[in-house]
């Protein structure tokens, strides 16, 4: 079985500064991998960033990076600079790559608001 | 462009009746799936499907049914046994093969109200 943790459920940030999401999992799987997606109040879902359990390079994708730390199970996502389209939700997920199934578990989601 | 289509964006039906939602997609994915979204829950799964004629129970099926009979479709069926059907719900689908980094591509979702 896999969980997803996302213990904020909202987060403020001003314009331009740079915020960190938190993401911690659990899994028995020896491979798999996170992903992180954003989903803004039209309700589709972005996929934005994925970080394979052994990569040995944290992932960045554009003003997006991911902390992942192994040994503590997190994989935290870095939004750089903020900008104002950046308030949405932001969800992590997580796949288990051994168990033969291709479908993600999500957590509860993070909803970010950028002020000016 | 390729996509995901989900009709219609909102729905709206009475209590004990079932409601089928739409989901279309070209962009030649075997698997599809359907998430439901309720607030504060982030998305549970509830039916896959990886293969034509194939589909898997998720973490939440009771109440629900789907059929797989062509690889661009995968409808849903909120059935009157569903004890709380109203909800966003998300159909999407992946890239065929085994591939790790393969990301869920999403609908825009439906979102079902049921008074």
């Known amino acids: 079985a896999q969980k997803i943790t996302q213990t904020q459920p909202g987060m403020f940030v001003q314009e331009k500064e740079a915020v960190t999401l938190d993401c911690t999992y659990d899994t028995s799987d020896p491979s798999y991998g996170l992903f992180w997606y954003k989903q803004p109040s039209s309700g589709e879902m972005i996929f934005l960033i994925y970080q394979g359990s052994y990569d040995q390079q944290n992932a960045t994708e554009g003003r997006y990076s991911l902390n992942f730390q192994k040994a503590r199970k997190s994989a935290n996502l870095v939004i750089s600079a903020s900008q104002l389209g950046d308030s949405a939700m932001y969800f992590c997920?997580?796949?288990?790559?051994?168990?033969?199934?291709?479908?993600?578990?999500f957590g509860k989601g993070t909803m970010l608001l950028v002020s000016p | 462009d390729g996509g995901i289509t989900q009709s219609p964006k909102y729905l709206f039906r009475k209590e004990g009746q079932n409601v089928t939602l739409s989901c279309e997609q070209n962009l030649n994915h075997d698997a599809m799936y359907w998430y439901r979204q309720d607030p504060g829950q982030g998305l549970r799964l509830i039916y896959y499907?990886?293969?034509?004629?194939?589909?898997q129970k998720g973490d939440i099926a009771e109440g629900y049914s789907v059929s797989r009979e062509k690889k661009e479709s995968f409808p849903l069926t909120v059935t009157s046994a569903q004890k709380n059907p109203t909800a966003f719900y998300l159909c999407?689908?992946?890239?065929?093969?085994?591939?790790?980094?393969?990301?869920?591509?999403f609908g825009n979702g439906t979102r079902l109200t049921v008074t």
């Open positions: 999407a689908s992946k890239k065929p093969g085994q591939v790790n980094n393969s990301p869920l591509h």
């Open positions: 997920a997580m796949r288990g790559l051994n168990s033969g199934y291709s479908t993600l578990t």
């Open positions: 499907s990886q293969i034509v004629n194939d589909f």
